[in-house]
């Protein structure tokens, strides 16, 4: 049977949902014999995304999150006749005769809508009850997820599946000299706090820099900290507020940095800091953990899940509990040594080759085909 992985995203975008579409796309057809795969994709993205074995590309015309997606894709796709058709970022074509599954990576517009843009919070709401009705099945990245898709969209529990997902191979502890160099290259200092993410109000940069001002008020010595990803909506008040509170200087900002220094960057910190005030999955920590670093998260959504007992949690509405969390992993050497160690451990129980082991199992019961031996 023919399965169409819709991967348009992964040109428009390089955040974690286009990292989970390209792992997707590269391993399922690998693993699954029994079907054939279409991996859809922008039509000017020809040559960006590679193409695994045993798969055929197909060019769509139909740009991801286009307010008529649902109709004009279902056109471009009734002509390759797929016999099921996972939307991985969730918005599924209104018709076709296919079967549907779906990703729900996050309900941010749902729980904290005042985070998102008017208009992606009118696109998201508009095409959500569609989908959600049109998908013979759901995968969720995380149980924190799954909850929020059966509390706030009221669907079956049998229909929606959690998938874990896991980082790249290419995190693990960088040898030395592979993080010195990094170092050099981006004129970094030797020690650094880092937070990696885009810069937008979900991420909760504005508490975390508060906090990190209070940080440097009582230990004058503490590291710079160093914020790593691209600006998102509303990061204009995010800079206004670095003079306000007179962080520049201490405050460093790094962006559109190639995926490959991203290694090398987790291993040289002294702790990775993520108080989001929501994660469907938190791509950040677990990578920090596989490269060996000591980990801070909100006790907020999937990132408690995700870590475990591998990393400190904090507030995200109190600067005062990161501020203290910062403080401990900062001066606490063991408590720091513990806690790579852990993450370490933590990061071995994640694999993509058991996120895709789960989604075939989905496919395969959508389908109703039997498991293969």
Known sequence: MRIALDARLTHYSSGGISEYIRQLARRLPALDSQNQYLILHAHKAAGRLPLPVGARMVKCFTPAHHSLERSSLTLELLPRRPRLLHSMDFIAPRGGPWRSVITIHDLTFLRFPQFLTPQSLRYYNHQIGASVRRADAILADSDATRTDILELLRVPPEKVTTAHLAADERFFPQPEEVVASARARLDLPHHYLLFVGTFEPRKNIATLLHAYADLRSRH????????????????????????????????????????????????????????????????????????????????????????????????????????????????????????????LQRADEFSWEKCCAQTLKVYRRVLGQAEAA
């Open 220 to 343: 004058a010595d503490a590291p710079p900290l160093l914020l790593v990803g691209n600006p998102g909506w509303l990061f204009e008040s995010t800079e206004a507020l670095l003079a306000e509170i007179g962080l520049r200087g201490t405050v460093i900002f790094r962006s559109n940095l190639p995926a490959e220094d991203l290694p090398a960057l987790y291993t040289g910190a002294t702790a990775l800091i993520l108080p989001s005030y929501y994660e469907g999955f938190g791509f950040p920590v677990l990578e920090a953990m596989a490269c060996g670093t000591a980990a801070i998260i909100a006790e907020r959504a999937s990132l408690p899940e995700i870590a475990g007992d591998a990393a400190l949690s904090c507030e995200p509405d109190r600067p005062e509990s990161i501020t203290e969390a910062m403080s401990r992993v900062l001066f606490d050497d063991s408590l720091r040594t513990s806690l790579e160690q852990k993450g």
